[in-house]
C-alpha cells in the first residue's frame, strides 16, 4: 500500500516563505491528480491547489499569486512554494493523490504551517 508523506512545515513570520514536499512512501505507483489541502482550528479542510499528471493546475483565489503547486513525477514528488506568507495561512497542511490504477485516494499525515511573528 502506499502512502504519502508530507514535510516541510514550521513557523514563519508573516511575509515569509515555505516550501512543502509531499512524497509516495514508495515506488510503482503513479498518481492522477494530486493537491493541498489546510485546515485551520475551528474550520472546515479546504482544497488550496491541485494540479493534474499534466500539470494543469488551479488554485483557491487566496492564495493566487502567492503560492505555486508543482509535481516531479519521476520522484512521485510535489511542492508546494508558499511566498508572502500570512497569519490567516496557518493550518495543518495535507497533501492528497488519487493514485491512477485503482482510482484510489490517498492522504497523508499532515504539516503544521504557522505564521506568526
Known amino acids: 500500500q502506499v502512502q504519502l508523506v508530507e514535510s516541510g512545515g514550521g513557523l514563519v513570520q508573516p511575509g515569509g516563505s515555505l516550501r512543502l514536499s509531499c512524497a509516495a512512501s514508495r515506488s510503482g505507483f503513479s498518481f492522477n491528480v494530486m493537491g493541498w489541502y489546510r485546515q485551520a482550528p475551528g474550520k472546515e479542510r479546504e482544497l488550496v491547489a491541485a494540479?493534474?499528471?499534466?500539470?494543469?493546475?488551479t488554485y483557491r483565489d487566496s492564495v493566487k499569486g502567492r503560492f505555486t503547486i508543482y509535481r516531479d513525477n519521476a520522484k512521485n514528488t510535489m511542492y508546494l512554494q508558499m511566498n508572502s506568507l500570512k497569519p490567516e495561512d496557518t493550518a495543518v497542511y495535507y497533501c492528497?493523490?488519487?493514485?491512477?490504477?485503482?482510482?484510489?485516494?490517498?492522504w497523508g499525515q499532515g504539516t503544521l504551517v504557522t505564521v506568526s511573528s
Open positions: 494540479i493534474s499528471s499534466g500539470g494543469t493546475t
Open positions: 492528497k493523490g488519487v493514485v491512477a490504477a485503482l482510482s484510489l485516494e490517498v
